[in-house]
């Protein structure tokens, strides 16, 4: 199915649709590989809405962050930062990058934590701020 990333895009959209008042987790799970899709078709209008969308479920009612759901929070700072990286937002990477250090995942998974230390060392590396790279 990667090979034809539009029918890929088709078919999670489908999916999401069933799932509106449905399984929180799967929703949440299918939302993310969505926002893949629309990362690798360069939909970046798409991801945006997608992203404030993934975001505003992991907050509580006074705006902050819940903490019980940094791992899904890792996976969507994670998803944002590869955003960030490839459209060349530095500022907006700036202010994201140190928000991924303070959450306490219970479990990190290393995919995850690979593209936040990735593109967190070449953000450090682009200000020639090699000890932190």
């Given at each position: 199915m990667s090979d034809r990333p539009e029918e890929t895009k088709s078919l999670y959209i489908l999916t999401l649709e069933e799932l509106k008042d449905g399984n929180p987790g799967l929703w949440f799970t299918i939302s993310l590989r969505l926002g893949k899709s629309h990362l690798d078709l360069k939909n970046y209008k798409d991801l945006e809405s997608l992203l404030k969308t993934l975001k505003a479920h992991c907050q509580l009612l006074d705006g902050s962050y819940n903490q019980d759901k940094s791992?899904?929070?890792?996976?969507v700072f994670a998803l944002e930062i590869q955003l960030c990286?490839?459209?060349?937002d530095k500022k907006r990477l700036k202010r994201i990058y140190p928000?991924?250090?303070q959450l306490s995942a219970v479990i990190n998974d290393p995919r995850t934590m690979g593209i936040i230390k990735e593109c967190g060392g070449k953000m450090y590396l682009q200000e020639k701020r090699w000890d932190l790279a």
């Open positions: 791992n899904l929070l890792l996976e990286t490839e459209i060349k928000q991924t250090t």
